[in-house]
């Protein structure tokens, strides 16, 4: 009698081939961020992007990621962004996987022509990575919280 091949469920449906699964990781990461590379590039002062905190504003002065600007999405609007050029990168962000402020974000840049990523964790991943943070109204200095 031939014995059968157990197939958990991990495998019960078959990897995708590399080419197909580089095409998918790599849209991802046309969408979205981390919270290493955030922090990674605001510590070596090359941060070619705006962070925006899209919370709103008495939870930004609670807590936010140093050098995030404070726009709360539901006041993103053409005349709150003409302030940065048009080719501006957007990197939003929430409280974190529970919240779908930076969703919110994003599609409001989005509606308006704009670049954006989304930071994913939000604060919650942030802090799950032990990076500082800032509090009050003023977006604060990375260097400051070393």
């Given at each position: 009698?031939?014995v059968e091949k157990?197939?958990?469920?991990?495998?019960?449906?078959?990897?995708?081939?590399?080419?197909?699964?580089?095409?998918?990781?790599?849209?991802?990461?046309?969408?979205?961020?981390?919270?290493?590379?955030?922090?990674?590039?605001?510590?070596?002062?090359?941060?070619?992007?705006?962070?925006?905190?899209?919370?709103?504003?008495?939870?930004?002065?609670?807590?936010?990621?140093?050098?995030?600007?404070?726009?709360?999405?539901?006041?993103?609007?053409?005349?709150?962004?003409?302030?940065?050029?048009?080719?501006?990168?957007?990197?939003?962000?929430?409280?974190?996987?529970?919240?779908?402020?930076?969703?919110k974000g994003a599609?409001?840049?989005?509606?308006?022509?704009?670049?954006?990523?989304?930071?994913?964790?939000?604060?919650?991943?942030?802090?799950?990575?032990?990076?500082?943070?800032?509090?009050?109204?003023?977006?604060?200095?990375?260097?400051?919280?070393?």
């Amino acid at each position: 009698m031939p014995v059968e091949k157990a197939t958990s469920r991990v495998t019960q449906f078959p990897a995708a081939q590399p080419e197909l699964a580089a095409a998918h990781f790599a849209g991802r990461l046309a969408f979205e961020t981390d919270c290493a590379d955030v922090y990674d590039s605001l510590s070596k002062h090359v941060a070619d992007f705006v962070l925006l905190d899209v919370r709103g504003n008495s939870s930004y002065q609670e807590a936010h990621v140093p050098l995030a600007l404070n726009l709360p999405h539901a006041e993103i609007t053409a005349d709150r962004v003409k302030q940065w050029p048009e080719d501006t990168l957007f990197v939003v962000y929430c409280a974190g996987p529970h919240c779908n402020g930076a969703d919110k974000g994003a599609l409001a840049l989005l509606r308006l022509r704009r670049s954006v990523k989304l930071m994913i964790g939000g604060m919650t991943g942030w802090a799950d990575e032990g990076y500082p943070f800032v509090s009050g109204s003023k977006p604060g200095s990375i260097d400051s919280t070393s």
